[in-house]
């Protein structure tokens, strides 16, 4: 079954709105987790590892002003998309590593549209 | 030199033949390698995972890592119509850190 999850897994939103995706470790604790985003027909990329407790790491060229990152619990992490754009649509996609080899495991994504 | 890389394909097989997918992995010192599938529209769904030189197998997926050649390869035997998706290979760096590094995916049709 699932080991992570992640809420909404559509939203539609205006433009300049902010926009809250919460990602969740099932049944296992996660003190990092890592956000991805996915264009259509492109690769994976990710854009930041969320450590609870402390700051997020954002790779580079990732604005850390406009996506927020709060991993305020061992099970938890939240992307937030602030004053949202047309150009921020696309498939945000969380994952979470578990287990000794810390192989990280797939959320079943966000699928963001910003009209 | 891209850090890992994968012939993006896309790679066509007939039902009932090997696929056998590929890439290569730039940092020496990379610990960890994982083979991912991912469907169109859907998240990437852990196939295998490879720590050690050889060949790790799972029903009809077959791992192979040479880590002297820095080359790690995912045999599907019997491939049927339902393989077909995006594979992803990934590696973990070394030094202590959790990210994977991704290749680009190979696109897999088996026809029917």
């Known amino acids: 079954g699932a080991v992570v999850s992640q809420h909404p897994s559509r939203v539609i939103c205006k433009s300049g709105t902010s926009v809250k995706i919460e990602c969740r470790s099932l049944?296992?604790?996660?003190?990092?987790m890592f956000w991805y985003r996915q264009f259509p027909k492109k690769s994976l990329m990710l854009m930041a590892t969320s450590n609870e407790g402390s700051k997020a790491t954002y790779e580079q060229g990732v604005e850390k002003d406009k996506f927020l990152i709060n991993h305020a619990s061992l099970t938890l992490s939240t992307l937030t998309v602030t004053s949202a754009h047309p150009e921020d649509s696309s498939f945000y996609i969380c994952?979470?590593?578990?287990?000794?080899?810390?192989?990280?495991?797939f959320g079943p994504g966000t699928r963001l549209l910003v009209l | 030199q891209k850090e890992v890389e994968q012939n993006s394909g896309p790679l066509s097989v007939p039902e009932g033949a090997i696929a056998s997918l590929n890439c290569t992995y730039s940092?020496?010192?990379?610990?960890?390698f994982f083979w991912y599938r991912q469907y169109s529209g859907k998240s990437p769904e852990l196939i295998m995972s490879?720590?050690?030189?050889g060949d790790k197998e799972d029903g009809r997926f077959t791992a192979q890592l040479n880590k002297a050649s820095q080359y790690v390869s995912l045999l599907i035997r019997d491939s049927q119509p339902s393989d077909s998706a995006t594979y992803l290979c990934?590696?973990?760096?070394?030094?202590?850190?959790?990210?994977?590094?991704f290749g680009k995916g190979t696109k897999l049709t088996v026809n029917p």
């Open positions: 990934a590696v973990k760096r070394g030094g202590g850190s959790e990210k994977l590094v």
């Open positions: 940092d020496r010192v990379s610990q960890s």
């Open positions: 994952s979470a590593p578990r287990d000794a080899q810390e192989t990280q495991y």
């Open positions: 490879i720590y050690s030189n």
């Open positions: 049944d296992f604790q996660a003190t990092t």
